[in-house]
């Protein structure tokens, strides 16, 4: 499928997302700059780095007519995928493991969109994920899309990133942090799989401090999400983009050096992570992502 056409079914896709200054002067920093870029506004719904990894996957696709992807139920990466099918006029599969929730916000979603939900076994899904060309037998003309988008590299932006020291930018797959090392700038990812480590020289991955788990609850990554949203108004996600600024201040020097750091949108998954984390969470920060996340109208119908 052609790039062109892609966007064309996308009419409120932005692929300059607008470059913002972060003063980090009131956490007592006095030289280290941080800039960040709003990919999260590319668009309301596929955000972030999820359309920059589906449109490598759909561009080699000559027919397309069925996408076919796995994940969790909670997941940006099927959020998008199903929201993206509907959108395009074309069939969308999603795996899930059996035993998950089934009425996830975001599951809701999919299936609103149209999505049809195969459950299959963990032993099944894990077979899946490890080898996702499996999912072919499903539908042989289907595109296929591993879990989180990963398999192909991402679509890169053009960017001016000359004045920067660092790139950083949060990690699941790897695929997002890997496609940046094109900038030729180094790149520093954060990441709770700390086994996780590409073979690319200008790419350091290191792990989150805490918690030790995905999608657990962390406090610090909590404070640095409202201090982002009472400051500049940017609200980052509660699983990689929160996580990541968090570490990555915690373990930074006020030292002479501009960062650049992405912001990858997902702002889907706070609908669970506040329902799961409803009596950590202050009642004023709560209110302040729903009143965020209601403008970016999440559900709305794949026609709208
Ligand atoms: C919001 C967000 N940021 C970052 C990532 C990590 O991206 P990658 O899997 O390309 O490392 C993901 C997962 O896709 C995500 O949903």
Known sequence: MQLEALLQAFPKVNLHPPVMEIDLSSLGYKQLRLSMRRDDLIHPIVSGNKLLKLIPHLQAQDILVHIVTCGGTHSNHIHSAA????????????????????????????KAWGAEILHVSRSRFRALREQPQLMQQIDPSACIIPEGGAGREAFLLESNVESYDQILVP???GTTAQSF??????????????YLQKDEP??????????????????????????????????LDPLYTAPSLAAFLKQTQDEPAHILMIHTGGLQSWRSY???FAIQIDPHFTRQIKDYIEQLDLGRPATA
């Open 181 to 194: 090392v094109k900038y030729e700038k180094p790149v520093l990812g954060f990441s709770s799989f700390a």
């Open 202 to 235: 200008k790419l350091t991955i290191k792990p989150l401090d805490s918690p030790k788990r995905f999608a657990e609850y962390s406090m610090s990554a909590m404070k640095t999400a409202k201090w982002l949203l009472d400051t500049h108004n940017i609200l």
């Open 274 to 276: 506040l329902k799961r």
């Open 83 to 110: 929201y993206l099918a509907a959108r395009l006029g074309i069939k969308c599969t999603l795996v899930i493991r059996e035993g998950e929730a089934f009425e996830t916000p975001t599951l809701n979603d999919c």
């Open 171 to 173: 990690v699941g797959t």
